[in-house]
């Protein structure tokens, strides 16, 4: 089941497909005026960055305490777990948007409540 730190959410959406499961040597590329070429500096390990929206699929009162759980974890490194159930540690949370939500109806068609929230990050180890 997807979660953000422990918080069950039904499904996680990307714009890039995933979140990121692995760090990325960075190099800063340099020029100085009167020599040719071009120089390169290696940062480490990063390239991090990632955007995901939860989705949630409950009542009323669960879109209340699963915002209030999610925005509790704002500046927590956290492990996500993705919609194919693989896990993504160190991810610390930059940013938990407040939840967007709606009425719904689910497969038995009881009226229930759609929400989604907005959370951006970076893979920190």
């Not at 190099?27 to 960055?49: C, F, P, Q, S």
């Not at 990632?50 to 949630?56: C, G, N």
Request: proline share 2%; glycine share 12%; net charge neutral.
């Amino acid at each position: 089941m997807p979660s953000i730190g422990g918080t069950t959410c039904t499904f996680i959406h990307t714009a890039q497909g995933r979140v990121p499961a692995v760090l990325a040597q960075e190099t800063e590329i340099w020029r100085m005026a009167g020599v040719n070429g071009y120089g390169g500096h290696k940062l480490g390990l990063g390239a991090g960055e990632f955007q995901i929206t939860a989705t949630l699929f409950t009542n009323a009162a669960g879109v209340t305490v699963w915002e209030t759980a999610l925005r509790a974890k704002q500046g927590t490194v956290v492990t996500i777990v993705d919609d194919l159930g693989t896990s993504h540690g160190n991810c610390l949370l930059t940013y938990v948007s407040s939840a967007r939500s709606k009425a719904a109806r689910d497969a038995s068609g009881v009226i229930t409540q759609w929400a989604e929230i907005d959370v951006a990050g970076v893979k920190v180890a």
